[in-house]
């Protein structure tokens, strides 16, 4: 989906070097997940189960403006 590709390009570009190990092992890990249930993650309001996961979703939402 055009859209994932822009939010995740976007936060590589903006934020993904401020990120610890942990934060890029999750990152590494949502680039694993279908493209479903990322929409749902970033989109929709869904929340991962995983609290790491979590953390990271909330923060590129925040950084992409898509907090409501």
Not at 18 to 41: I, K, P, V
Not at 46 to 60: F, G, K, S, T
Request: proline letters at 1%.
């Amino acid at each position: 989906m055009r859209e994932l590709d822009l939010l995740l390009e976007h936060f590589l570009a903006n934020g993904y070097a401020t990120l610890d190990a942990s934060g890029r092992e999750a990152f590494e890990t949502l680039l694993g997940c279908q493209d479903d249930t990322l929409f749902g993650w970033f989109y929709q309001g869904e929340v991962p189960d995983d609290a790491e996961l979590a953390a990271l979703v909330e923060r590129i939402r925040s950084d992409f403006g898509l907090l409501r």
